[in-house]
């Protein structure tokens, strides 16, 4: 079985970036589903990877939010 793996980076501004590694097709956009609803944000972008083209079995999103889990902020 091949490694599967999903890099997360957490820029200072707040601005997350997740690959997936090691998902060919469209699964990997299942595969981050989870995330995508865990951070509550807006997809601002998508990029797929050479492996989103292989056959059956990733791609990059870029999650921009407030980072606050409540509604409104506190300024």
């Given at each position: 079985m091949r490694k599967?793996?999903?890099e997360i980076v957490i820029a200072?501004?707040?601005e997350v970036t997740f690959t997936v590694k090691g998902v060919k097709g469209g699964s990997c956009l299942d595969e981050t589903k989870f995330l995508e609803q865990?951070?509550?944000g807006a997809v601002i972008d998508?990029?797929?990877t050479?492996?989103?083209y292989e056959q059956s079995e990733?791609?990059?999103s870029t999650w921009a939010g407030d980072?606050?889990?409540g509604?409104?902020?506190s300024e």
């Amino acid at each position: 079985m091949r490694k599967q793996d999903i890099e997360i980076v957490i820029a200072p501004n707040g601005e997350v970036t997740f690959t997936v590694k090691g998902v060919k097709g469209g699964s990997c956009l299942d595969e981050t589903k989870f995330l995508e609803q865990a951070l509550g944000g807006a997809v601002i972008d998508q990029q797929k990877t050479g492996e989103y083209y292989e056959q059956s079995e990733g791609y990059v999103s870029t999650w921009a939010g407030d980072g606050n889990p409540g509604e409104g902020s506190s300024e």
